[in-house]
């Protein structure tokens, strides 16, 4: 049997496309079923619902030793809804088919977190995280380029379901020749954390995803129609500024693999918080300047990048991941994807898309504020000072 890292990582980049294609998608999407800004939030909420629900309801499949049979089970599963997304006729039918994908995403991404946190030494838990989300963005990217090429070979997204199964099936074939890594409660070292330590810590830390990853996902879903306002130029611009920002999402937790082998997680976390949050500013102080747009837009992505993961190893340093731990944290997540870009979208229907990077500055402040916290937090609890804030 061999180390099962390389199909975690493969699943991560399925899972950057899953949950990255509905904004590349979300004009064609629009005029498929026939409904306006308000409408395209509506299949967000949908995909946000079924992420919460899974992430709450998926754990216990994780720390019962079953969780590589649940990740190739949640791939095939949103290789095959995309066909019913391609085919749906109604806004109802595409909040349903959404909310499958996000489903999907959510035992992902529960998965994912968990497993490579159990099957790694812990030092190097942290660099191993990043890299598995460097593969989400490596999905991300791909994301807009293969829903443009879907839409281009057959007005529809067949084709990208077809890779996504293609994916599936590689992913299943990995994991058929890996061991399962065993859950961290079995293991005879394990010391558990207390429960109000570990509420301390776990609280924060949820605030946190919930403001990051809804100013991640309104950037995510939002920035192709944004774009498209902008007017910048080929009828495919906007697809390639998404990707543009998918790109520098990806670098910066490329950054973050080298960065976190040499300075400790805490501080990378607080530098790419502070970070995005003044290049948040930057971009709305900008007022849609073109250039401003292209280059600014990728800017944030490289801030943004290596921020969930990151924290999720400040977490696992200061109270450790189990399935249960994860999933309240995915959970949080998905509550602030489900929420944030619903709203933006209600705000960019009644005063333009001008206001999205004021949203993303909203939330890379508060995200900042949390991470701080959390960090603060940790390094007054002496077993993870070293991991965390050192």
């Known amino acids: 049997m061999t180390s099962p890292r390389r199909a975690y990582l493969l699943g991560f980049v399925l899972l950057g496309v899953s949950l990255s294609f509905v904004g590349p998608a979300m004009t064609h999407l629009r005029h498929q079923v026939g409904v306006d800004l308000g409408g395209g939030g509506a ?34 599963v949103v290789a095959l809804v995309v066909i019913a997304i391609d085919a749906a006729s109604a806004l109802w039918q595409l909040v349903a088919a959404f909310a499958v994908v996000g489903a999907g995403a959510a035992a992902t991404d529960v998965g994912g977190n968990t497993l490579i946190a159990w099957s790694e030494p812990r030092e190097r838990i942290g660099p191993s995280l990043n890299l598995l989300h460097l593969c989400f963005g490596i999905g991300a990217i791909a994301a807009p380029l293969l829903v443009s090429a879907s839409l281009d070979a057959t007005d529809g997204l067949v084709p990208l379901a077809a890779a996504l199964g293609a994916g599936a099936l590689v992913l299943a074939l990995l994991l058929a020749r890996s061991r399962q890594p065993r859950p961290r ?61 998918w790109a520098g999402f990806t670098l910066g937790r490329l950054a973050a693999v080298v960065a976190t082998h ?18 948040a500013a930057s971009l709305l102080a900008a007022d849609r300047l073109e250039l401003v747009a292209w280059v600014g837009t990728g800017l944030v992505g490289f801030a943004l990048g290596p921020q969930f993961a990151t924290m999720f190893a400040v977490a696992d340093g200061a109270i450790g991941l189990d399935g249960a731990t994860t999933s309240q ?33 909203a939330g890379a ?14 390094r007054v609890m002496p077993s993870t000072t070293a991991r965390v804030a050192a």
């Open 262 to 279: 040499r300075i400790s997680v805490g501080r990378v976390l607080v530098a790419a918080c502070a970070l995005s949050t003044v290049l």
């Open 365 to 378: 402040a508060a995200s900042t504020v949390a991470a701080l916290v959390v960090v603060r937090r940790a």
């Open 185 to 245: 409660h079995e293991d005879a070292h394990h010391v558990p954390v207390a429960p109000e330590v570990r509420r301390r810590i776990l609280r924060p830390v949820q605030a946190f995803f919930f403001v990051y990853v809804g100013a991640e996902a309104t950037m995510a879903v939002w920035v192709t129609t944004w774009a498209e306002d902008l007017d910048l130029g080929p009828e495919r611009a906007a697809a390639l500024v998404t990707a543009i920002f």
């Open 43 to 76: 299949i967000v909420a949908g995909q946000s619902l079924g992420y919460i629900v899974t992430s709450l309801a998926v754990a216990r499949r994780y720390d019962h030793g079953h969780g590589h049979r649940t990740l190739v089970q949640a791939a095939a």
């Open 329 to 361: 944290i995915i959970a949080a997540s998905g509550l602030g994807s489900l929420t944030i870009p619903w709203l933006t979208g209600q705000l960019l229907e009644a005063g333009g898309t001008g206001r999205l990077p004021a949203v993303v500055l």
